[in-house]
Structure formats: structure tokens, C-alpha cells
């Protein structure tokens, strides 16, 4: 038995406002499959962490959130409700002694919507979310309850899915034991020591985060390292560690943000820059992002800063990570190591809307946008070689269209 409906609202930062006809919240999987049966047109919608209308359809938003039943571990492996966010599960795994091998920015995601999208973390050995996946169950376009493992044909080019193939009710993550992380920011980074010692400090420990503005600051540097590490700290070339907590935005309240100074703790209290209990990021905000061949860092770096005078004044931060090859068809990082360059940008539609044409022609060939996010390509899935294969794949799962969307129509 389903909720009753509700107004679609917008998207968590109020970047887009959805024009389903309602949104509802199914109880059960069998309410899943009745809903797809029902209606010609649903999309599911995760916790709104996307910033346009990648989840909206003109039909109807279907919301896991209502989906009972915590996660099941069996061996190695957990079970988990598509609809849950990434912060509570984290903190259930901590209480059974179990760990995911990295977690993005914000623990307020849910599973199934980051997945979705290829969201990562950082580490130029740890890959996207993503990567943990052993199996996933989908309710199609003919409404059946489909499970996909690893290793099965379709698996790879249903993972990072893009809410194309139907909703994923559930997904099975591989897990470790648990760890501790030690927490670190580095201040004084100057783009003469980003550009020169780059894939250095991205490998200097098991997560690294570089934060910048891309323009000088009046100090004469360029931004701020975040080092997570399961060792002992490393030195950062030209930098040296803080001795106050700082917020990914330099001049903000550091409070929502993780425990730094070196303290250890555990892997899902390090790992996010942002507490579960507290607004993420900003708020009032846009973001894009694009991920690069990792060979190409230097190129793509020097291609921001090139355009530093019209970047800042739109951007409250940006922020530079690796993410390690997979073999996902439309994960950003398929078939490379990759540079992950993030804007989190003013609440500026128009600004932004008119920079990142520029910004999109000057990075290196090979750049692939986080699905997520603004980015002003009208034909992304030039840059993912198994692009044609997913859109048969999406024709198989959904033959009368369902899932379809204008933002699909879009980009395909």
C-alpha cells in the first residue's frame, strides 16, 4: 500500500522545480511493479541531489524512501533499499563492523540515485560508488522484477543507469572491515606547486580533495588540500597543515563539516566532507563537474585557469579529485583514470549558463560530464564508447518509453 501523493517540490539546492503531475512513495516492491503497470510516464527520484530535470518526467515521481527494511549483510556482501541514504547506511556497516571502500562529499545521498549517476569520491586507486556494486534489482518497463549480477551481460551498462532502465528497488555492495581515517588540511597551495607536483598530491594518501577558487588569493596561494589518510599523514609540497578546522569554503562556518586536525576516526565520519546532521555544502547553489583522462591533468588544469577571471566571480569553491578506471559503459571514469574537476557555483543560472559553453571547449578531448550536474553538451554520450550499446539496452528494458524524460531526449 502506497502513501498518498504528494507536490513534487524541487531539487535539494531549489536549482529546478519538478513538473511531475505527483510524487508517491510505494511501500513494497509489488507496489513498484503496480505503479509502472499504471502509468505511461514515472521517473524514481532519489534525495534531489541532482541540480536539473534528470529525474522529472510528466508523469509520475516515484520515491523509494518508503521502501521498508534495513540492509541485510551475508558474508561480505550487503543488501541494500535503493532509497536509503549513504550516511545511514555507513553508519549501520560501522555498528557491524563493516566498511564501503570510499563515500562522496555529502553522506545525504541515496544509494540508488548516486549509483545512477556515477558518483564518486576521491583516491586515484578508489573508484566511483559505483564499483561496489555486485548486483542490482529493477523493476522494467513491462513492470518484472529483473536482478542483474556482476558478471551477467547486461550488468555493466545497467549500473550507472541514469534512471533509464527503471527503478532500482534494491542494490548489493561489497564491503570490507571496518577502518580509520586521520583527517588533515593542508593551507598555502600555489598553483605553481598544483600544476607541477598534481598527480603527486592526489596519490599522497588514500583520499585527497584540492580546493580552490582557480585565481590567486591574497595570501599568494591558489587553495587547500584535504589529505584522508589510513597511514601516517603526508607532507604536501609548498604547503603546510592547519591548525583550525576550515569549511570547504574558505570564510564559512567549519562546524558541518568533518573532523579534521589529524584526528583518526571512523571511515564514514572522515570520508564525507559533510556531517549527515547538518545542511550540505552551501545551499543556495549550482554545480557541474567534468571528469578528465587522468594523462591530461596538467592540460585541463592550465585550461581552467585560463579562464580564472570569469570563473570566481560565479564560484563559491572548486574542487579537484581522482577517481580510479572501471568498466561501468556510462561511468565518467570508464576505461580511464580520470581527473574529476567540481565547480559548486553561485545560485547564478544565467552566469553560469553562459561560461560553461567556454569552459566545456577549452578542457582536453576525452572530458565527460558527471550526469548530475550542468553541463552545456548537447551530445554527451559522444565521449562514452558504449553509448549506442546502453541506448539498445534502454530500448530493451523499456520498451514503451516509460522512464523517458526530456532531459534523455535531450542528451541521446
Not at 159 to 184: F, M
Not at 248 to 265: F, I, S
Amino acid at each position: 500500500m502506497r502513501l498518498p501523493p504528494e507536490e513534487p517540490g524541487s531539487t535539494w539546492a531549489r536549482s529546478y522545480d519538478y513538473t511531475a503531475r505527483e510524487l508517491v512513495r510505494p511501500r513494497s516492491v509489488d507496489d513498484v511493479r503496480d505503479l509502472v503497470l499504471r502509468e505511461p510516464r514515472l521517473r524514481a527520484l532519489g534525495s534531489r541531489h541532482s541540480f536539473t530535470d534528470l529525474a522529472d518526467t510528466s508523469g509520475v515521481l516515484v520515491s523509494l524512501e518508503g521502501l521498508a527494511g534495513p540492509p541485510t549483510l551475508a558474508g561480505d556482501v550487503v543488501r541494500v533499499p535503493g532509497g536509503m541514504r549513504y550516511g545511514e547506511l555507513a553508519a549501520w556497516l560501522q555498528e557491524h563492523g563493516r566498511a564501503l571502500p570510499n563515500l562522496a562529499s555529502l553522506p545525504h545521498i541515496s544509494v540508488a540515485g548516486a549509483i545512477a549517476t556515477g558518483t564518486h569520491g576521491s583516491g586515484v586507486r578508489n573508484g566511483s560508488l559505483a564499483t561496489s556494486v555486485t548486483a542490482l534489482e529493477i523493476v522494467d518497463g513491462r513492470g518484472d522484477l529483473v536482478r542483474l549480477e556482476a558478471g551477467s551481460p547486461d550488468f555493466d551498462g545497467a549500473v550507472v543507469g541514469l534512471g533509464a532502465l527503471g527503478i532500482v528497488t534494491h542494490l548489493e555492495l561489497l564491503t570490507s572491515p571496518t577502518y580509520q581515517i586521520a583527517q588533515t588540511v593542508h593551507d598555502g597551495l600555489t598553483y605553481a606547486d598544483l600544476r607541477e607536483h598534481l598527480t603527486e598530491i592526489l596519490a599522497a594518501a588514500y583520499s585527497v580533495s584540492i580546493f580552490t577558487r582557480w585565481g590567486d588569493e591574497p595570501d599568494g596561494s591558489v587553495g587547500r588540500v584535504w589529505v584522508k589518510s589510513r597511514a601516517t599523514t603526508p607532507e604536501i609540497p609548498g604547503t603546510v597543515p592547519a591548525t583550525q578546522p576550515r569549511h570547504v569554503v574558505p570564510g564559512l562556518d567549519p562546524a558541518p563539516c568533518t573532523e579534521q586536525l589529524g584526528v583518526p576516526g571512523p571511515w564514514h565520519e572522515r570520508l564525507p566532507h559533510f556531517r549527515l546532521e547538518f545542511q550540505p555544502s552551501v545551499g543556495a547553489e549550482l554545480q557541474s563537474e567534468y571528469l578528465v583522462p587522468l594523462e591530461r591533468a596538467q592540460e585541463a588544469v592550465d585550461a581552467v585557469r585560463s579562464l580564472a577571471d570569469r570563473v570566481q566571480p560565479l564560484l563559491q569553491v572548486g574542487e579537484i579529485r581522482a577517481v580510479a578506471a572501471d568498466e561501468l559503459w556510462l561511468s565518467p571514469a570508464y576505461g580511464t583514470d580520470t581527473l574529476a574537476l567540481h565547480f559548486t557555483w553561485n545560485a547564478d543560472p544565467a552566469g553560469v549558463g553562459a561560461l560553461l559553453p567556454d569552459l566545456e571547449e577549452r578542457l582536453p578531448a576525452g572530458t565527460r560530464p558527471h550526469w548530475g550536474k550542468l553541463f552545456a553538451a548537447t551530445d554527451p554520450g559522444a565521449g562514452f564508447p558504449r553509448w549506442d550499446d546502453f541506448k539498445d539496452l534502454v530500448r530493451r528494458f523499456d520498451p514503451d518509453r516509460r522512464f523517458w524524460n526530456a532531459w534523455l531526449g535531450r542528451v541521446s
